[in-house]
């Protein structure tokens, strides 16, 4: 069975604050993304990695950087948390893309007062 | 501009009946569409993937089809579950690679009652 887990769970952080979100998967799976979800909308792309040291930008980037350090663990990074910045956050992963399935971490609820 | 439109945007059953949730979309190419079912703040788990023009799948009391012609889709859920109530999403995957990308439907709010 695919795993992808996340931490924090939760996180709430002021304006202007340093957050990182953590997605660790153990598929041994190349490709990573990290998403966002609110209300209204469908998940929106932010950052996304073809494998270890490689980053690719997606469709709502702005006020975020990510990094992949290994295979394994891919980090999104807010330096300065701003109020909008509050959703719920995704981490993906997928061997083959495609019509090959994304495997979902639990999520991270941030909030950003 | 939204891509994936799903509706309704959300239905309530009585458990035991049966249930039509729809997706319409504009991405184009259309590689593949994916349904996939969330459980309140927890992460997507996928149901069934449709691939080739007239698709139907099947999954226990889910079923799906696909006509690329009319870029529309339907989830029909037999004899609901309490545990079915959840949102459940439309996915469409504009390549079969992992350079394309997946363009997310807002879902729709299924919630059985007993």
């Known amino acids: 069975e695919a795993a992808v887990t996340q931490s924090p769970r939760n996180k709430v952080t002021v304006t202007g604050g340093n957050v990182t979100l953590s997605c660790r998967q153990t598929?041994?799976?190349?490709?990573m993304y990290w998403y966002r979800q609110d209300t209204g909308h469908g998940l929106r792309l932010i950052h996304y990695?073809?494998?270890?040291?490689?980053?690719q930008i997606g469709d709502v980037p702005d006020g975020y950087k990510a990094t992949r350090t290994t295979q394994e663990d891919f980090f999104l990074l807010l330096e300065l948390a701003s109020p909008s910045q509050t959703s719920l956050y995704f981490c993906?992963?997928?061997?083959?893309?495609?019509?090959?399935?994304?495997?979902f971490g639990p999520g991270t609820r941030l909030t950003v007062l | 501009k939204t891509q994936v439109e799903q509706s309704p945007q959300s239905l309530v059953v009585r458990q035991g009946e049966n249930c039509v949730l729809q997706?319409?979309?504009?991405?184009?190419?259309?590689?593949?569409l994916r349904w996939f079912k969330q459980d309140t703040g927890k992460g997507l788990v996928s149901l069934t993937v449709?691939?080739?023009?007239?698709d139907k799948t099947s999954n226990g009391r889910y079923s799906a089809t696909l006509d690329k012609d009319a870029k529309h889709s339907t989830l029909h859920i037999t004899a609901t579950l309490l545990d079915d109530t959840a949102t459940y999403i439309c996915?469409?995957?504009?390549?079969?690679?992992?350079?394309?990308?997946?363009?997310f439907g807002a879902g729709t709010q299924l919630i059985v009652i007993p």
């Open positions: 598929n041994s799976h190349n490709y």
């Open positions: 993906a992963s997928t061997g083959t893309g495609g019509a090959g399935e994304q495997y």
């Open positions: 996915v469409v995957g504009d390549r079969g690679s992992a350079l394309g990308r997946l363009h």
């Open positions: 449709l691939v080739h023009e007239n």
């Open positions: 997706c319409n979309y504009s991405v184009t190419p259309d590689n593949h």
């Open positions: 990695s073809y494998g270890a040291g490689n980053l």
